[in-house]
C-alpha cells in the first residue's frame, strides 16, 4: 500500500526492540460487490513477520462499502543495520479497495483519513 512503508536504523553496538500497531481497513469493490476476504501483512525486508485475516460479505442494506477494520501487533528485538518495514494487502477472494476516501459517506464530516491504513511504531532501547 503506498505510504505504509518504514525504515528504521538500529545504531551500531545497540539492540532495539520494535512494537508495531497495525490498523488496516479495506472495503468491498461496488464492481464485484458481494464478498470478499483477505490478508493484511506486515513485512520486514521483503519477509512476511506478521499478518491479520479480514472477511467482508456484503448484504441488500446499502452498507456493502462499510470498511472491514483490522488491528494487530507485532514486537521485534532487531541489532544494529537498516531495516525496511511495509504493511501490504493481498485479496483472496473478491476484490477490496484499501486506503478509501470515505467522502459519499454520511457522518465522516470531509475526514479523508478516516479509513487510511496506519502503521505505528513504538521503539525500545534494550
Do not use: C
Amino acid at each position: 500500500m503506498p505510504g505504509v512503508t518504514i525504515t528504521l536504523t538500529v545504531p551500531a553496538g545497540l539492540t532495539q526492540t520494535f512494537l508495531f500497531t497495525i490498523l488496516g481497513y479495506a472495503t468491498l469493490n461496488p464492481a464485484n460487490g458481494t464478498a470478499s476476504q483477505g490478508v493484511f501483512s506486515l513485512v520486514q525486508n521483503g519477509t512476511k513477520i506478521s499478518s491479520a485475516y479480514t472477511s467482508k460479505v456484503g448484504n441488500a442494506s446499502g452498507l456493502i462499502d462499510l470498511p472491514i477494520p483490522v488491528t494487530f501487533l507485532k514486537a521485534v528485538t532487531l541489532p544494529a543495520g537498516t531495516y525496511t518495514f511495509k504493511v501490504q494487502y493481498k485479496s483472496w477472494f473478491g476484490t477490496h479497495r484499501v486506503n478509501h476516501n470515505p467522502s459519499n459517506y454520511g457522518g465522516y464530516d470531509g475526514d479523508s483519513e478516516a479509513m487510511l491504513t496506519k502503521m505505528q511504531v513504538l521503539v525500545y532501547n534494550n
